[in-house]
């Protein structure tokens, strides 16, 4: 089954803790994505990869870590300078950067009290 | 500044018939356009997308037009169905190239 998971489904922490999300894709895709939700808006991009040990900060960067040391995996931290952390995070990827589709995962729904 | 603009209020439609939801864009030329179907608690689903070139793409019973000198994309469902009910987005290509701005989505609402 190809496709791309993120866990966990729900995640709850209290103010001034460090959390990362996971994201894990077996499309062999170069690109990969993080996007905050928060209710009823679109979708806002948080940091992007293009390759491998390479990525890029998206809108709305502030507040928040990533790493891409392998094509597979594009782990999150929201860390404790982010603001607002409480918001619907969905990770995606694509074949590259640019116009190609983007395939997402199901979404951590982060709650920081 | 940038702009993507879908209508905020959920679109209300009689099963059975066509709906027409709008895509609005300021300050991008973009080659493309996609739209994508979300689910509530769900991530997006690629549906469509439409190169500059192209007025008009369908795919079953959806239909999506591209008209850059009006800077708009116009999505239909036609025979639309209870099923169909969603938020769509639309998303395009910064003028960099490098990656998708998506629009605040507008709720479809089918009734049976």
């Known amino acids: 089954d190809g496709g791309i998971t993120q866990s966990p489904k729900y995640l709850f922490r209290k103010e001034g803790q460090n959390v990362t999300l996971s994201c894990e894709q077996n499309?062999?895709?170069?690109?990969m994505y993080w996007y905050r939700q928060d209710p009823g808006q679109g979708l806002r991009l948080i940091y992007y990869?293009?390759?491998?040990?390479?990525?890029q900060k998206g809108d709305i960067a502030e507040g928040y870590s990533v790493s891409r040391e392998k094509k597979e995996s594009f782990p999150l931290t929201v860390t404790s300078a982010q603001k607002n952390p409480t918001a619907f995070y969905l990770c995606?990827?694509?074949?590259?950067?640019?116009?190609?589709?983007?395939?997402f995962g199901p979404g951590t729904r982060l709650t920081v009290t | 500044s940038q702009k993507i603009e879908q209508n905020s209020e959920a679109l209300n439609i009689q099963e059975g018939k066509t709906a027409t939801l709008t895509c609005n864009y300021t300050?991008?030329?973009?080659?493309?356009l996609q739209w994508y179907r979300q689910d509530p608690g769900r991530g997006p689903v690629f549906l469509l997308l439409?190169?500059?070139?192209?007025k008009e793409k369908r795919k079953e019973r959806l239909k999506v037009t591209f008209d850059t000198t009006l800077k708009q994309s116009l999505f239909h469902i036609t025979a639309s169905q209870p099923a169909d009910s969603a938020t769509y987005l639309c998303?395009?290509?910064?003028?960099?190239?490098?990656?998708?701005?998506f629009g605040g989505g507008t709720r479809l609402m089918v009734k049976p």
């Open positions: 995606a990827s694509s074949i590259r950067t640019g116009s190609y589709e983007q395939y």
């Open positions: 499309l062999n895709h170069d690109a």
């Open positions: 990869s293009q390759i491998v040990n390479d990525f």
């Open positions: 300050n991008y030329s973009p080659a493309y």
């Open positions: 439409i190169r500059e070139n192209e």
């Open positions: 998303a395009l290509t910064n003028n960099a190239g490098n990656m998708l701005t």
